[in-house]
């Protein structure tokens, strides 16, 4: 059984394979997956040698193409089946909510099967098959990137794909060709392929995270719940994979594919056998356009640089750059004064540059400050208090339970879960990164219930809140509330807890609470006091 999710994001709605009932069709947004394959210099672990040469598949270049289902030549293109296990963030004590969807892949490399992450995210079960196949048989998970939306997995007895030809990887096609869709979407149980053409080539939000922006290619080829994760052919090379689109109720014939550029980039980054996530300037920049401002920063290049407005602390450039700087070329290419920059021929958002290095890459600037030029090089790397304004998979929910109040670290889960609108909270989660809260608090704590109890009468309208304090222990991060909570502070006996805004402490005496919190675990079956995890670096 097909099932959906759907989340408001970006007005974008993402192919999911296996999130939420169908009878959710008519919430705006759907998300939905793409599996990442390794190419063929990826290193595949001794897999057997490649099999003889399956029929070529059709080029699907006209009106008169025709696909004989019969034959096997697209069986390398997929189905997927899984069982996923959503994490419950409101009583993440509890195993999670089961549920169960569909998506699409395609073989790029002996039992190698690329796809959208979020088609396998939280996944408990995969099972894969072909369209001419109707039993389905068990795979794993090899890779998954959730940054960049793309997977790879595997058959866990080969044998069964073992005469399919892998797809090959094509370029960037050019705009206003034609490329076809192959998939499962709904509808139907069997492959589906539909025509479009390229409109347009950007740079884009991934809705699968909600913070991560990627190349992207627009297609006007019909892209439905189920297509996530299938190959977007042309002259019969896959030039992207299907993973997003528009709801009909915001646009028309506007679907979404992961181009070559990013899947290649994540087939290189996994052939160490691990992933290492995407690496970030860390910059916000602003373009320089108006002609009194060109001539006040001195600029003797029309048309090329932008003003760095912040530098986040701890990233790539912050050793480097500083507010007020005008960045004039990125990795030896010009930076034009809207941002954008030449890569192979085509303008792309100067991210771009970066978008496709690694960890420990290096990357010449040239920018001008108080009117000078310098040079320098910065080493990229991964900057983590971004990643945590997005959405995660795949992970346990962290939280500590004592005496009925439960602590949980902030991030985008929980703040969906909880719908928290505590303008504290709300200010700190908005503002993580431009009032730079990581600096002071790398993880921010919320207590987000209290347990009804006679130990916790009258507690019930001080939460949500962030905590600021614990018995008189700033708390910068969940492990904190475990060690404040065996202190005495100020107050010996007692258990004082501050929320930040708040004027209100919450008091309880240690005696009552020590009492309580046995009774209280019992009585809301809660088998588990605290899972504290470990934070995101």
């Avoid at 996944?123 to 997977?151: G, Q, S, W, Y």
């Avoid at 920049?285 to 002609?291: G, L």
């Avoid at 600029?299 to 700087?325: F, H, Q, T």
């Avoid at 439960?406 to 908005?430: E, G, K, S, W």
Wanted: with cysteine; proline share 7%.
């Amino acid at each position: 059984m097909i099932s959906l999710i759907f989340r408001f994001l970006l007005d974008f709605f993402e192919l999911c394979p296996s999130l939420l009932p169908i009878m959710n069709l008519s919430r705006s947004l759907l998300f939905s997956g793409a599996l990442v394959a390794t190419s063929l210099t990826l290193n595949l672990h001794s897999q057997e040698a490649a099999p003889a040469p399956a029929p070529r598949p059709p080029r699907l270049n006209g009106t008169a193409d025709a696909i004989d289902l019969a034959s096997g030549a697209w069986d390398n293109v997929i189905n997927i089946e899984v069982s996923v296990l959503f994490p419950d963030y409101r009583e993440p004590w509890n195993a999670g909510q089961p549920s169960g969807g569909s998506g699409t892949g395609f073989l790029i490399a002996p039992n190698r099967f690329m796809t959208n992450a979020h088609v396998v995210s939280n996944a408990t079960r995969v099972m894969i098959r072909t369209t001419n196949d109707p039993e389905p048989h068990p795979a794993k998970i090899v890779f998954i990137a959730h940054d960049c939306d793309l997977a790879i997995i595997e058959a866990v007895n080969p044998e069964h794909f073992a005469k399919l030809k892998p797809l090959a990887i094509g370029g960037v096609p050019k705009l206003n060709t034609e490329v076809n869709v192959l998939g499962y979407p709904i509808g139907g149980d069997r492959i589906s392929v539909t025509r479009g053409v390229v409109s347009r080539i950007d740079f884009r939000p991934y809705s699968h995270t909600s913070v991560d922006s990627h190349l992207a290619i627009q297609v006007d080829a019909a892209i439905n719940p189920g297509n996530s994760g299938g190959p977007v052919l042309q002259d019969g090379k896959v030039v992207g994979v299907a993973f997003q689109g528009y709801s009909g109720r915001v646009a028309q014939n506007v679907g979404y594919m992961i181009p070559t550029p990013v899947i290649k980039r994540f087939l290189k980054d996994v052939e160490d056998g691990s992933y290492d996530y995407y690496v970030d300037l860390s910059v916000d920049d602003f373009p320089i356009e108006n002609p009194a401002q060109v001539k006040a920063l001195k600029l003797e290049e029309p048309g090329v640089g932008v003003m760095i407005g912040d530098v986040s602390i701890s990233g790539s450039v912050s050793d480097v750059l500083k507010p007020g700087d005008v960045l004039l070329s990125l990795g030896g290419n010009p930076v034009y004064n809207n941002g954008l920059i030449r890569v192979d021929g085509d303008l792309v958002d100067m991210n771009e540059v970066v978008e496709r290095k690694f960890a420990g890459d290096k990357v010449a600037l040239e920018f001008i400050r108080d009117g000078k030029k310098q040079k320098a090089e910065v080493t990229l790397k991964r900057f983590a208090p971004y990643v945590k304004l997005g959405a995660t998979y795949d992970e346990r929910p962290r939280y500590l339970m004592y005496a009925g109040l439960l602590f949980q670290p902030l991030d985008r889960n929980l703040m969906d879960a909880h719908r928290i609108t505590d303008r504290t909270v709300v200010h700190v989660f908005d503002n993580y990164l431009n009032s730079k809260f990581y600096v002071d608090i790398p993880e921010p704590v919320v207590l987000t219930t209290i347990l009804p109890d006679e130990a916790t009468t009258y507690l019930q309208s001080t939460f949500p809140g962030l905590v600021e304090e614990i018995n008189g222990v700033k708390i910068k991060r969940l492990a904190d509330v475990a060690e404040a909570l065996k202190k005495d502070g100020d107050k010996p006996g007692f258990i004082v807890v501050k929320l930040l805004d708040k004027g209100r402490p919450i008091i309880l005496k240690r005696s009552l609470a020590d009492e309580a919190h046995p009774r209280i675990m019992q009585n809301y079956n809660i088998q588990e006091a605290a899972f504290i995890g470990q934070e995101l670096k």
